[in-house]
């Protein structure tokens, strides 16, 4: 099987949906990876760390969606639709429900889409949104600092909610990224590591962000 991963195109969307983890675990079991150039720059991975776990690197989205399988984090924009054809599957965070446009054009090209928002376990968890939404929560209290900033008009004042949330470099680091207000981009959380060092690649689906662009909820 030929998985693709292209570059996200939606505007201020900076995660990737696969890890290097994710694509050794694909190349291991015998797939074969593309990996659109850049596609990984926003969460701070390189190129060369996808090709040292057997990724092949290509230069554009169309060669990426050439592949059977295409895995995404967020919807397709109206530039990805000519990409879609019958017998493709697609993964990624879909919310038809407010793309009424969008799930449209899925329908009338035959494409097989499966939203990231309803695969469900039988007992009715879903494993997919589950960690998203938990990131979103870690990332409310950060969030509410900023607009607690005097240049964004609040009074310059940290709220007893923001302390009590902790050192978020912390507590934020065991569950994906650590965003830095200062230097503008996402730091690589411990989570990144130990699934690096240890095989076990469950970040391979939509694990990185390089602002607070944590919005599956």
């Not at 990426?64 to 493709?88: D, H, I, M, N, T």
């Not at 507590?171 to 230097?183: A, L, R, V, W």
């Not at 130990?194 to 962000?209: F, I, L, S, T």
Request: charged letters at 25%; a negative charge; hydrophobic letters at 35%.
């Amino acid at each position: 099987m030929i998985v693709g991963v292209p570059r996200e195109v939606k505007k201020d969307e900076y995660r990737v949906a696969m890890v290097p983890a994710g694509v050794r675990q694909l190349t291991l079991a015998g797939h074969e990876v593309l990996l659109q150039a850049g596609a990984g720059m926003g969460s701070g991975v390189t190129d060369s760390e996808y090709e040292s776990e057997g990724a092949r690197i290509v230069g554009t989205a169309e060669e990426a969606w050439s592949a059977q399988v295409v895995v995404k984090v967020k919807e397709p924009v109206a530039e990805e639709y000519r990409y879609f054809r019958e017998g493709l599957v697609l993964y990624t965070f879909l919310h038809l429900a407010a793309a009424p446009e969008l799930a449209r054009v899925l329908m009338d090209s035959g494409i097989t889409a499966i939203g990231y928002e309803t695969v469900q376990e039988p007992d009715g968890l879903l494993p997919i949104l589950a960690p998203m939404s938990e990131v979103a929560g870690r990332m409310a209290v950060q969030a509410g600092a900023k607009y607690l900033e005097k240049e964004h008009g609040g009074r310059g004042i940290p709220s007893q909610a923001a302390q009590d949330g902790g050192d978020l470099r912390r507590t934020g680091g065991d569950t994906c990224f650590q965003s830095t207000q200062h230097t503008g981009r996402g730091e690589r959380g411990r989570s990144f590591d130990r699934g690096r060092a240890g095989d076990r690649g469950e970040g391979a689906m939509a694990c990185y962000a390089g602002h607070a662009q944590y919005n599956e909820n």
